[in-house]
T-cell receptor
Framework: DTAVSQTPKYLVTQMGNDKSIKCEQN?????MYWYKQDSKKFLKIMFS???????INETVPNRFSPKSPDKAHLNLHINSLELGDSAVYFC???????????FGQGTRLTVV | GQSLEQPSEVTAVEGAIVQINCTYQ??????LSWYQQHDGGAPTFLSY????GLEETGRFSSFLSRSDSYGYLLLQELQMKDSASYFC???????????FGAGTRLAVHP
């Protein structure tokens, strides 16, 4: 069983489109994150949710909207995609006493 | 704001020892962790330090000095498969805030 799973793994889409990335964890963790990793490999935090409550909302365009229907899921919806949104997006989760983050496989988003 | 600094690149030969340093500035610090990421893969957890001192896990060790806001990852008996990016990360302001440094790319040569 995969601990943190993201879908899709690859996403190629045109500018202006709206797309969603789904994330699910079966570890029973309280906290889930979205990170964006650009071509320079920097892992930039976007959002953090704890038990469905938004904890961190970094300086991310309003076009990005996370949704957590329950503590096992954290989805990312992106409106009006731009070329600069092209990156790998990672979902991660941590237990209450954060010692180890578990990452999903990543979603490589390419906007053309 | 929160910030972490680590070298961008390190090169070493097989069998050698390499140390990757990380300095951080953060409020409400809880702990420093290290992650490894191979090209095309996801970050995977290596170690976590909440208290000062050295933690050893096989060939990898991690050190933390809270008073100096400094830590390092020590990799011994380097192998080619250790070629990867290594990220330090801090947990701060509660257990649900985790941010990463820019990563250090380690290249191991024969």
């Amino acid at each position: 069983d995969t601990a943190v799973s993201q879908t899709p793994k690859y996403l190629v889409t045109q500018m202006g489109n709206d797309k969603s990335i789904k994330c699910e964890q079966n570890l029973g963790h309280d906290t889930m994150y979205w990170y964006k990793q650009d071509s320079k490999k920097f892992l930039k935090i976007m959002f953090s949710y704890n038990n469905k409550e938004l904890i961190i909302n970094e300086t991310v365009p309003n076009r990005f909207s996370p949704k957590s229907p329950d503590k096992a899921h954290l989805n990312l919806h992106i409106n009006s995609l731009e070329l600069g949104d092209s990156a790998v997006y990672f979902c991660a989760s941590t237990p209450g006493q954060n010692t180890e983050a578990f990452f999903g496989q990543g979603t490589r988003l390419t906007v053309v | 704001g929160q910030s972490l600094e680590q070298p961008s690149e390190v090169t070493a030969v097989e069998g050698a020892i390499v140390q990757i340093n990380c300095t951080y500035q953060t409020s409400g610090f809880y702990g420093l962790s290290w992650y490894q990421q191979h090209d095309g893969g996801a970050p995977t957890f290596l170690s976590y330090n909440a208290l000062d001192g050295l933690e050893e896990t096989g060939r990898f060790s991690s050190f933390l000095s809270r008073s100096d806001s400094y830590g390092y990852l020590l990799l011994q008996e380097l192998q080619m498969k250790d070629s990867a990016s290594y990220f330090c990360a801090v947990t701060y302001g509660g257990y649900n805030k985790l941010i990463f440094g820019a990563g250090t790319r380690l290249a191991v040569h024969p």
